[in-house]
């Protein structure tokens, strides 16, 4: 069975990277969300996927003379003063709300949503019986050097989450590597499509999961790959024909914005 895996959560029905985000995807039967880890100018973990603040909050109105917005130049607490929800309502990026898809309700509850913290989407995940994927981000200065890799592991021991519900992604090979010395018990997984991380080796491939983008694998690729005995997810999916093409051709796993989607054709 092809898993159906919400890209920062079910993002086309709520603010992405939000724990409502995660809340919809498990509600429309995703069967894991992804997210997105980093961290705050003093040293916590968050979820968050650009560089800047700019996008998803109201931070040019909080903080108007801090351009570029970075989130490694903002305090935990700076950052969980922010509304990180409003932003959908207002700009509908998947045109969701117009096709009646977000109730009225949806929307009043997303105002001021705030950024999550590692410990808080972790806790959630336990509590909700869900799986998620955290993909582990490129780090922005001043915070090039902090120990994301260590910090991360801590926290999911902390959280005593069930290992099993936990997979840890990145396009930093590295951090993969460094997770696997420390813990093999955590699925890792390498995402490959980004223009800093060099081609795949077919022929003698590193790991036991990748994650493609979809521009850079297609149909008899998958199936070099799964005769291998890799497993392969593909980002970011949303047209129901790739959907089905790719499912039909092994992947294990749809990485997509329209979980709801694939649940209904896949399922």
Not at 200 to 212: A, C, G, K, Q, R
Request: with cysteine; charged share 25%; net charge negative.
């Amino acid at each position: 069975m092809t898993l159906i895996i919400a890209h920062r959560g079910a993002r086309s029905l709520a603010p992405e990277n939000t724990l409502a985000a995660a809340r919809k995807a498990l509600e429309v039967g995703a069967d894991l969300w992804e997210t997105d880890v980093t961290v705050t100018s003093d040293g916590e973990l968050i979820l968050f996927h650009d560089d800047s603040l700019a996008r998803t909050t109201n931070v040019r109105d909080r903080f108007p003379r801090r351009d570029p917005w970075h989130f490694t130049t903002f305090t935990l607490a700076e950052i969980r003063s922010l509304d990180a929800g409003s932003w959908f309502a207002k700009t509908d990026p998947f045109g969701r709300i117009t096709s009646g898809l977000v109730t009225r309700k949806e929307l009043s509850d997303y105002r001021y949503e705030k950024i999550p913290t590692l410990s808080e989407a972790l806790r959630f995940t336990q509590n909700a019986s869900f799986c998620v994927n955290l993909e582990l981000k490129h780090l922005l200065p001043p915070m090039e050097n902090f120990p994301l890799v260590e910090r991360v592991l801590s926290a999911i021991d902390e959280s005593v989450i069930d290992y099993e519900r936990v997979v840890i992604s990145s396009f930093n090979h590295k951090f993969l590597r460094e997770v696997r010395t420390r813990n093999s018990s955590l699925a890792i997984q390498a995402l490959i499509g980004h223009s800093e991380i060099q081609s795949l080796d077919w022929d003698d491939p590193e790991f036991e999961t990748y994650n493609f983008s979809k521009n850079l694998i297609d149909e008899k690729q998958l199936l070099v790959m799964t005769e291998k005995g890799i497993s392969v997810n593909i980002f970011t999916v949303n047209e129901e024909d790739k959907m089905m093409r790719f499912a039909k051709a092994g992947a294990a796993g749809l990485i997509t914005d329209f979980s709801q989607r694939a649940v209904r054709l896949l399922r």
